[in-house]
Every structure is written in C-alpha cells, then in structure tokens.
C-alpha cells in the first residue's frame, strides 16, 4: 500500500442548503508516533517512514526528522537508516531479509524516546500470475485484472497487493510552433499587432503518467477449497477509461505476510482507513507489533512487517477486449478566429497574451490569416504529465 499522506479521519461532509464552508475542528488531540515500515527480500535500499498524527485542521504533516533508526537481525548485524526527507528513512546499505533470520526494528525519536518492534521472520515466497479480460462488474464493462497465485503454496496464507499502474498520453494534436504577438498598438477594435512564429520544443505530445494504489488490499487461502489464490481482483478499468486510450501498464507485487500482520491491515481495512494509516482520532486503537520501551502506556500506530514479494507487470489498451477507442483526458474543442476581424483579432490577442488558447494551425493568406486555438493541455502533454519515457516501457 503506497501511504501518500497522513490520514485524517473518514471526514463527513454535510451539505446543508448554505454555503457557508464547514470548518472541520479536532476536540481532542493525541500526538501519536507512527511507523509504516515493511522489509522484504528484494535485494535493495529498504524504506521506512516515521512520523506523528496531525489535527484535522492542519495541512502540514508532522515529520519525525532526526530519530534514529536500525534494523537488527539474530546473526546481531546492524542495518542503520538515513532521513531522506519526507519522514522517509532509506537503509544506508542495501539488504535484503533472508529465510530463517529475525529482525528487529529499533527507533529512537529526537525527544530520546525509544521504540522497538517484536521479533518478525520473513514470510515463505509465492509465486504468481497476472491477467487482465474483459469483465462485467455491476452492470459496467471494463478490463479486470486479477491475480492468481500457483498452486501448492505451503505456508504461505496471507497475502497483501500493491500496484503502480502506468500510462501512455498522446495528445489528439501536435503543436510544432508557438505564435507570439509583437508590435501591439493601438487599442478597442483598432488594435494592431504582428504574430511571429517561433518552434515548439519536440516531445511535447507524447507523455507517461503513473499512478499508485491506495486502497487495502489482503487475501488469505484460509477456509478455501484449494489451497492457492484464484482470481483475485486487483484493478477495474471501465472500459471507456482514459487510461486505456493509447496503452496502459500495471505492476502488481504480491507480499506474502505473517498472520499478525494479516490481522492488523484487515482491522485497519475495516475501519476504513484504506488510503493510510495515519489518523488524530482512531475508532478504537489498533495495536501493531511496535511499542515504547519507557511508558507501556503510550501508543504507536503501526506494524514491523518482513514479506516475501513476487512482481509481475502486463500490458494491454482497449483493443486488447474489442472496446470503443476511449475520449481524450480534456475536451478539445478547436476556436478559429479571424484576423482581420476587430472583435476576434481582440479576442486572439487575448488568447495570445494570456494562455488560454493554444496555437494549433493557421489559415488564410499571410496578409489575412485565421488563428486556430486548442486548449494547451490537447498539444502539450508537458503541462499535466512527464514527456520522460520510463526505462522499463515496452511500446
């Protein structure tokens, strides 16, 4: 689960007939310590954030700066971690959990507080297969994509998923020149102006934009008849989604976890705090495996997890199930105004000046031409998304 903020409480909005904006006030207010820390046996710089819960009415999270923090394992190897920002603390070395070794998480906070974690070994490996087919979910049609596990599992039981889903953006037009206005004089409909025509840099109209998941997602093979995962739903795209416009790509990795942590996600699940785990006022506390060692009274929000993780990655776009091609992410609507025209050379200047518009093509003769304008965002994909093709794309 990619935890992308610091949770507020599902927040009630009460529309009244007013417009008076409800200000949302915390009553009571307990500064709580939180750890979002899972290790795997991936070979890599392990990740683990730690911060404290904020009021409802603040924007700003409150980021635990200067703790120090380690991982120790049974064979007493030390495994130390820098802030890199953001709450986010990074292993100084790469490392990676191994089977039959326990970890331990240790933090000490700014304050000189001290925390650290129960003992947890890292959880069996589980192979997987990922698939995506058309699908009817309520009635809507879409791409599905779903997860099954192989079979004889042995002790792996509890499963945990995360995705990164990423897409292809081609804009429906490709701007190759900019138009500047130069020379303005006069004013009203007597304005005057000349347009230059300068190029566009290149790569502006096709783009990648990624998204990641932020719901709950666990499974467990206890109770079933088989004893492995069978279509597990991990993602619905309708099947007029944007994201399936050109072509789409989703990572799902699969964590295979202790039963403690099963239990803790699935409370938290519960609860509904799928997007994250932090929260100023929890409906009834829920405990991790972290704890203080000076107040036993205190709490901590969160879970020292060891996972295993598998990773797979597919590709697909609408064609792939026989859909419509999907619209466009923003209308795109075309405006050609004449030149020569008082009201419209106007409003072209203001275009010009101002952005609002963006220059697709011109028209007419060089003495008497016709502008026309698309919304920049239909041109230039830069504006909302990265011209930056990620290393692992395969077009």
């Not at 698939?131 to 042995?154: P, R, T």
């Not at 609860?271 to 506390?285: N, V």
Request: glycine share 6%; hydrophobic share 35%; net charge negative.
């Amino acid at each position: 689960m990619r935890l992308n903020k610091n949770i507020l409480l599902l927040v009630l909005v009460i529309n009244f007939s007013c417009t008076e904006p409800f200000k949302l006030v915390t009553e009571s207010f307990e500064d709580v310590l939180v750890v979002e820390a899972t290790i795997t046996d991936e070979l890599k710089t392990q990740k683990i954030k730690v911060s404290r819960t904020y009021k409802l009415e603040s924007d700003i999270p409150v980021i635990e700066e200067t703790a120090e923090v380690k991982i120790v394992d049974s064979n007493n190897n030390e495994y130390d971690f820098k802030h890199e920002g953001d709450g986010v603390y990074n292993s100084v070395r790469k490392f990676q959990a191994v089977e039959g070794v326990s970890y331990k998480l240790f933090i000490t906070t700014s304050d000189g507080k001290e925390y650290v974690s129960n003992e947890e070994l890292l959880a069996p490996k589980a192979e997987m297969d990922l698939y995506a087919e058309s699908f009817n979910l309520n009635g809507e049609i879409g791409a599905q994509v779903f997860v099954n596990s192989y079979d004889n599992l042995g002790k792996a039981k509890y499963f945990r998923y995360e995705y990164e889903e990423t897409y292809k953006i081609v804009t429906p037009y490709t701007i190759t020149q900019d138009a500047l206005a130069t020379n303005i004089t006069g004013s009203g409909l007597s304005i005057r102006y000349d347009i230059e025509f300068v190029p566009r840099p290149l790569n502006r109209n096709v783009c990648y934009s990624s998204n990641y998941s932020n719901k709950i997602l666990i499974t467990n093979v206890n109770g079933l008849n088989e004893d492995k995962i069978s279509r597990y739903p991990i993602r619905f795209l309708p099947s007029g989604s944007h994201l399936l416009r050109e072509r789409y790509s989703i990572l799902v990795k699969q964590y295979v976890q202790s039963a403690n942590a099963n239990n803790f996600y699935k409370i938290l699940k519960e609860l509904g705090s799928d997007e994250s785990l932090l929260i100023d006022i929890q409906p009834g506390f829920i405990q991790g495996n972290i704890f203080p060692k000076q107040n036993p009274e205190e709490k901590v929000i969160g879970f020292f997890d060891v996972s295993s993780v598998t990773s797979k990655r597919i590709y697909f776009n609408y064609a792939d199930f026989n859909f419509k091609y999907p619209g466009y992410f923003f209308s795109c609507d075309l405006t050609t105004l004449n030149y020569n025209a008082g009201g419209e050379k106007r409003l072209a200047l203001y275009y010009l000046m101002v952005g609002i518009g963006h220059l697709y093509l011109t028209g007419g003769t060089p003495e008497s031409p016709s502008l026309t304008f698309v919304s920049l965002r239909c041109g230039d994909c830069t504006t909302f998304s990265s011209n930056i093709k990620p290393e692992f794309w395969e077009d």
